[in-house]
């Protein structure tokens, strides 16, 4: 049974820190392409960061030079470490698996992010 499951989120002022984890089981991590993607409320689900089974990354441009995503395979967690922290970025943040092959997709349930100005 796969399963991703999120923590971290939480309410925050403006200009401060959260580090986001998402911890997996039932996959063989290593060569999983992870993500983050967040959803506002009345907004649709977009992607925030990516990082390949190879460790490359993507950041969109609204967070970039603030959050960074990165993984540890030894522990199959991905990471979203967030920086200045803006209302903006409130949301419900997801993690995303995705196999090789793209033919594969999971989901973990969320965590709540609340930035207030």
């Known amino acids: 049974q796969v399963q991703l499951v999120e923590s971290g989120g939480g309410l925050v002022q403006a200009g401060g820190s959260l580090r986001l984890s998402c911890a997996t089981s039932?996959?063989?991590?290593?060569?999983?392409?992870m993500g983050w993607f967040r959803q506002a409320p009345g907004k649709q689900r977009e992607l925030v960061a990516t990082?390949?089974?190879?460790?490359?990354?993507n950041h969109i441009d609204s967070v970039k030079g603030r959050f960074t995503i990165s993984r540890d395979n030894a522990k199959n967690t991905v990471y979203l470490q967030m920086n200045s922290l803006k209302p903006d970025d409130t949301a419900v943040y997801y993690c995303?698996?995705?196999?090789?092959?793209?033919?594969?997709?999971?989901w973990g349930q969320g965590t709540q992010v609340t930035v207030s100005s």
């Open positions: 990082i390949s089974n190879g460790g490359t990354t």
């Open positions: 995303n698996a995705k196999s090789p092959s793209y033919m594969l997709d999971y």
């Open positions: 039932g996959i063989t991590f290593r060569i999983y392409h």
